[in-house]
Each structure stands twice: as structure tokens, then as C-alpha cells.
């Protein structure tokens, strides 16, 4: 009935920059309560945490990303995003967002996933 849906992924040169963004799949569905992430997994690897942002907007990053990688939030989108920027063939990898509960229909989903987007970090 509700589910996270994620786009802007794609082929990038190496430096280049990606947004990503991760939107319910219903309009009143509600990520305020919720905190958000992003993770991502390679061919033949597990998937990895990237980025958290908390109710309150405290955001913790992987070793990796710092510096580089930025996630944001947007409740009144019912939205979460991820700018990438300084981009390596490193970061190739389908990159899935999570809500750790949303509002919806009266009831309460919990630790939901998106399907993926690709993103390929390429020359």
C-alpha cells in the first residue's frame, strides 16, 4: 500500500555529481516520525550503510562519503535525499533509501526499502 521509491541515479564520469531522492509512494503517507537512510550495494557485496539522517536532523556518514556526500531531508515532501558529489568508480553501486517508520492509512509501516537505483561511476 505504501512504498519508498527512488530516482536520480545513473552514468557519471569520475568527479562528476548525482542527486538522489527517495519519495513516498503516497502522498499522505508521513516520513516526519522516521528516521532516514541511504545505503548502497555492489556486485558481489553486502549492502552497506551510507548516510543517516535522524528525526532531529543529526546526520552520521561512512568513512568513504565524509566530505563528500550529503543527506538531507524534506518532511513536507515526504522526501530524503542524498547529493553526491566528487564521485568515484568506488561509489558504483545500487543505492537503496530506508524508512525506519512511516505513517499511513491509520497505521504503522516499519523499516521500509526502495527498489534500488543504479548508480555507475565511469570513464
Known amino acids: 500500500q505504501v512504498q519508498l521509491v527512488e530516482s536520480g541515479g545513473g552514468l557519471v564520469q569520475p568527479g562528476g555529481s548525482l542527486r538522489l531522492s527517495c519519495a513516498a509512494s503516497e502522498s499522505s503517507a508521513f516520513f516526519s516520525f522516521s528516521a532516514l537512510a541511504w545505503y548502497r550495494q555492489a556486485p558481489g557485496k553486502q549492502r552497506e550503510l551510507v548516510a543517516t539522517?535522524?528525526?532531529?536532523?543529526?546526520?552520521n556518514y561512512v568513512d568513504s562519503v565524509k566530505g563528500r556526500f550529503t543527506i538531507a531531508r524534506d518532511n513536507a515532501k515526504n522526501s530524503v535525499y542524498l547529493q553526491m558529489n566528487s564521485l568515484k568508480p568506488e561509489d558504483t553501486a545500487v543505492y537503496y533509501c530506508?524508512?525506519?517508520?512511516?505513517?499511513?492509512?491509520?497505521?504503522?509501516?516499519?523499516?521500509?526499502w526502495g527498489q534500488g537505483t543504479q548508480v555507475t561511476v565511469s570513464s
Open positions: 539522517i535522524a528525526t532531529g536532523g543529526r546526520t
Open positions: 530506508n524508512a525506519d517508520r512511516i505513517r499511513y492509512g491509520g497505521e504503522w509501516f516499519s523499516n521500509l
